[in-house]
């Protein structure tokens, strides 16, 4: 799925998203604009959720967009929620995302985070032996914090290197190779603060081939074996992570929502059935696969530029301050003309941006109709990890974001303003 479930062509000719003209869209509120469809979200959410069918829960992956206005969706479709920061479980709160459902991972927690999830009673995910010290110190004396603990399964899935984070040499999670598995679990079974509910793991992003999550869901299981023979503990929950990859290009081919929670219930059956274990809730925590799909970008065209038999550059009034990823990890994206998506497309333009670097290229060798100054392209599944790693580099405000339904766009977050670059200053 490329696009939104409820993109067509209207009788106007123009792309439209949630009942919205993209070209009016991007001429109501200016552009670079992001727009999320609202049915997109909630499809995907269901996606999820009836797949699971009860054997287990499944999260939203905060970092790939938390907006208040989105969480609010998320949640209503019945989603946990994944935070990795204080920040991200403050926005979480704010939304008035149900504490119940709260998860809090990441490496290197402060005690300020700790704190934070204990008041908000989420369960944490331990990622290092720190963070039995911290729930030690936040801890009151006679309570326990649900936990998990996380394990670095030692396997390296097919994608970007920047992106893989379940092998051994990984800054995350403890390696069951080593035995540090093995070591924090008994440390946390001690521990007096500590409710330990199960193992948790994430092996990488952006992932099509679903084997090295069936392989690392393997190691758990081999894992949980030995904890059970050797300690008296069996997992009540298996983090699987999330990762599931989207289509970026017309040539991508990921599986489904529905493809990836049925492998990991397949995998975790039978693993339990041949080791004798009790089958645990499985826990997967998507984030792009529910925010990527339902996102769109839309700029502007301004300066043209044709080097002769080298190429055409077509400048937009956005790139890596809203859209980091394909500087960061050569991520590759489809582009559309907004007022004529269906338009011939006679030849290769570079769609660059307007930052001061030479890098900052949106899409290379997008394949275009002709475009002149003022038109207006879309990026489709922008969704995931743009607006999330957005800056303000050579002092431009971030985009508005918009939520598309029914004929509707509802603002719901406003284009940063110069003002806004001077709030943190002191003048």
């Known amino acids: 799925m490329l696009l939104p479930v409820t993109y067509r062509v209207n009788g106007r000719g123009h792309a439209e998203v949630g009942g919205c003209d993209l070209v009016e869209l991007a001429h109501a509120h200016g552009t670079p604009l992001y727009v999320y469809d609202e049915a997109t979200v909630r499809h995907r959410c269901r996606e999820y959720r009836t797949a699971m069918g009860g054997r287990g829960e499944v999260l939203y992956s905060a970092k790939a967009f938390a907006s208040p206005g989105f969480l609010r969706v998320v949640a209503s479709e019945g989603l946990g929620l994944d935070v990795v920061s204080g920040g991200e479980l403050h926005v979480a709160l704010a939304a008035g995302y149900p504490t119940e459902r709260l998860h809090f991972l990441g ?117 949980a074996a030995e904890l059970r023979r050797d300690l008296g503990f069996e997992p009540a929950r298996i983090g699987a992570g999330g990762g599931l990859g989207i289509a970026y290009t017309r040539d991508d081919d990921p599986p489904t929502p529905a493809q990836f929670v049925h492998t990991l219930l397949a995998a975790l ?69 907004a007022s004529d998506p269906e338009a011939a497309r006679n030849g290769l333009v570079t769609v660059a941006g307007k930052y001061c670097e ?42 508005a974001v918009v939520m598309a339904r029914d004929g509707v766009a509802r603002l719901i977050r406003r284009r940063e303003t110069l003002d806004d670059l001077l709030t943190a200053e002191i003048l």
């Open 358 to 399: 030479s890098t900052d290229v949106l899409v290379a060798d997008a394949a275009l109709p002709p475009v002149v100054p003022g038109d207006v392209v879309c990026v489709p599944a922008a969704g995931a990890y743009c607006l999330a790693m957005a800056s303000n580099y050579n002092g431009l405000p971030r985009p």
């Open 269 to 337: 059956d039978g693993g339990c059935a041949r080791r004798g274990l009790r089958t645990p809730l499985l826990v997967v925590e998507p984030g792009r696969s529910i925010a990527g799909p339902a996102g769109v970008a839309l700029y502007t065209v301004g300066a043209i530029k044709d080097i002769p038999g080298v190429r055409r550059y077509v400048a937009v009034d956005g790139g890596m301050g809203d859209n980091i990823r394909p500087k960061l990890y050569g991520a590759r994206y489809e582009v559309l003309l």
């Open 107 to 223: 490496n290197n927690k402060s005690a300020e985070d700790v704190a934070a999830a204990w008041a908000a009673r989420a369960i944490l995910v331990i990622d290092g032996l720190q963070d039995l010290d911290l729930l030690r110190a936040v801890v009151p004396a006679g309570s326990r914090m649900r936990c998990q603990v996380r394990v670095s399964p030692g396997v390296q899935p097919a994608t970007h290197d920047y992106i893989s984070t379940g092998q051994l040499d990984s800054k995350f999670g403890f390696s069951v190779e080593s035995g540090a598995a093995r070591g924090a679990v008994e440390r946390a079974l001690a521990h007096d603060s500590v409710e330990l509910v199960g193992l948790h793991s994430h092996i990488g992003s952006q992932v099509f081939d679903l084997r090295g999550h069936v392989a690392a869901l393997e190691i758990l299981l081999d894992l």
